[in-house]
């Protein structure tokens, strides 16, 4: 997965590990773009299943699921260090606290602040999350308000050319 499709999706749409495209009727893998079609049956170790439900084995099957898929993003994606990222993993092996402590040598009260913390952070990103989404909500009413149907074609076409002429890393910016 790359930056530049990251922020394309929604939290829905990594939680799931799959896009689904209306026009083209087609589910598509957001770690590896393989799709199935919908109205289509696939036949899987022997039974028929629909396109959805084959995306979600093609996950399990290529990607080990999708909350490994994330947690096996570069660090410079995920944002986690070295030490949240162990304790997700054990986590997501269902260990106790205790577990947990002896497994990374440390004491079960730092375990716990380690989770405290987790928690603390979710918090955080929310607010951030909405707040990057409401000032791209606001921006666009602005754009909006102040264009007239001339300029807003302009503005449209600026936004196309600014789209494919710019680096990717930069395009993320001035999309929507
Ligand atoms: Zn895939």
Do not use: W
């Not at 109205?39 to 959805?52: C, D, L, P, Q, R």
């Not at 439900?53 to 080990?64: A, M, V």
């Not at 602005?142 to 494919?164: A, G, H, P, R, Y």
Request: overall charge negative; aromatic content about 10%; proline content about 1%.
């Amino acid at each position: 997965m790359k930056n530049e499709n990251l922020n394309e999706l929604r939290i829905k749409n990594l939680i799931d590990g799959y896009t689904f495209d209306k026009e083209k009727k087609q589910y598509r893998c957001i770690f590896c773009e393989e799709t199935y079609d919908e109205g289509y049956i696939y036949e899987y170790n022997g039974k028929m299943v629909s396109a959805e439900k084959r995306i979600l084995l093609h996950i399990e099957d290529e990607h080990n699921g999708v909350f490994f898929s994330l947690l096996g993003l570069e660090k410079d994606i995920t944002g986690l260090t070295d030490i949240q990222k162990k304790l997700l993993n054990l986590l997501a092996d269902k260990k106790t606290n205790k577990e947990i402590a002896e497994e990374m040598d440390i004491a079960v009260s730092t375990v716990r602040t380690h989770k405290f913390y987790l928690q603390k952070m979710k918090r955080q990103a929310k607010i951030f999350l909405a707040l990057m989404e409401t000032l791209k909500i606001e921006e666009h009413k602005e754009k909006n308000v102040n264009l007239e149907s001339e300029d807003k074609e302009q503005f449209e076409t600026d936004k196309m050319l600014s789209i494919n002429s710019l680096h990717p890393f930069f395009t993320q910016y001035n999309l929507k």
